[in-house]
């Protein structure tokens, strides 16, 4: 197992601020939050939001690299979103999922029990996975993946717990957090750049 | 819904630069699907619920890409989560097409308890969601209600349903 906050500050040195991340709300967000603070970031989307709503922000943005980092509760709560992402198919999207096991705030309530995240995905259609449990690991696949221009999905083992960080309460949370999100899109160069003008 | 209801609705969304449509397949809304999915001007993507297709729009709309998200009374119900969560929690625009299931004058063959619930909870579940609703009936005022409900949800920034029914859809 890994911990979160050391994969998301290697995920951190790899992003540029033109690419775009959906969050979920877990420990994700809070400690997203404290290492990466550029450009277009949705933060804490509730249960089975993240991965679709990062979807969506694959297809308005094209020619970018979108990140969702999702976590195993949400995913669980609708696990189809994987069939769709898998027949949309998104080149520009990498899904990462940090699995620790447990509902977050619920002490040791298993999540996917023994079921395995990573098969789900594969038999939803999606080609590009892997479980992750080292940060060597994380560090080949998901670079690799970050610069590469197909769909993937990692699964990613983190210990239970939260990291104490400092982050921003007001601007990873409701319509502050939004409004912060659409001005940095709206400032994005590609913002609606393929925009289909009225016939 | 007839072909001439079928051309007003795509013509609508083009004059709104609408482009990505999304659905959970449904009986009423079907040959509407199946035409935009034969106009290259329009990406179609089918999912496989209700919820995260509406997440899906939120996302695509607040990137700047101009979506509709096509349903029933149904997909509004397993849909609800994430309306709550993109219309009264984060106010992202997103315009829906739902056909009035149960609404007095379908006749599509499911059953009078069916119809009956659909009847009861459409508007009471809209309300409850703070998501306004405009009910078109007539082919008429289809195209101006489009273009009238995707300028409104996005200056309101909410999610909009416009309730199909009588001669639009049946």
């Known amino acids: 197992m890994v911990k979160r906050l ?4 290697l995920l951190a040195s790899w992003m540029d601020e033109h690419m775009l991340t959906a969050t979920s709300l877990s420990a994700n967000y809070r400690e997203w939050n ?15 939001m993240c991965l679709p709503f990062a979807v969506g922000l694959s297809l308005a ?20 979103s994987l069939v769709t992402a898998a027949a949309v198919n998104p080149g520009n999207l990498v899904a990462i999922v940090f699995d620790n096991g447990v509902y977050g705030r619920m002490g040791a309530t298993a999540t996917a029990h023994a079921a395995d995240l ?23 696949r998901v670079k690799a993946a970050m610069d590469g221009a197909e769909l993937a999905f990692f699964v990613v ?7 104490r960080v400092d982050f921003d309460h007001r601007l990873t949370h409701g319509r502050a957090m939004k409004e912060a999100f659409v001005d940095a899109v709206r400032r994005h160069p590609d913002y609606r750049a393929n925009e289909k003008k009225s016939s | 819904m007839d072909q001439q209801t079928i051309q007003m609705i795509a013509e609508a969304l083009k004059e709104e630069g609408i482009d990505l449509v999304v659905t ?10 199946e035409y935009l999915r034969n106009d290259p001007y329009f990406t179609t993507i089918t999912v496989s619920a209700e919820g995260h297709g509406l997440a899906m729009c939120a996302g695509a709309s607040l990137g ?42 379908d006749r599509s063959g499911i059953s009078g308890p069916q119809l009956f619930m659909f009847q009861q909870v459409a508007k009471p579940l809209l309300d409850a969601l703070r998501v306004p609703y405009v009910v078109t009936d ?8 489009i273009r009238d409900s995707f300028f409104a949800c996005e200056q309101y920034e909410t999610p909009i349903v416009m309730l199909l029914t009588g001669e639009v859809l049946w």
């Open chain 2, 64 to 105: 700047g890409r101009k979506c509709v998200f096509v349903t029933g009374i149904a997909g509004l119900l397993v849909g609800s989560w994430a309306l709550a969560q993109t219309g009264l929690l984060y106010g992202i625009p997103t315009l829906i097409l739902a056909s009035y299931r149960g609404d007095i004058g």
């Open chain 2, 24 to 33: 959970m397949p449904e009986e009423p809304t079907q040959p509407l699907m």
């Open chain 1, 118 to 140: 990573e098969k789900i995905a594969q038999g939803a259609g999606i080609k590009s996975t892997a479980t992750i449990r080292t940060l060597e690991e994380f560090e080949r």
């Open chain 1, 6 to 9: 050391d994969c998301l500050r």
């Open chain 1, 34 to 48: 404290a290492v990466w603070k550029n450009g277009a970031n949705f933060y804490a989307l509730n249960l089975g």
């Open chain 1, 61 to 80: 943005f094209p020619r970018r690299k979108v990140i969702a980092l999702d976590s195993d509760g949400s995913l669980l709560l609708d696990t189809s």
């Open chain 2, 138 to 145: 007539q082919k008429s005022a289809l195209k101006r209600k």
């Open chain 1, 157 to 163: 083992k983190v210990e239970p717990g939260k990291e």
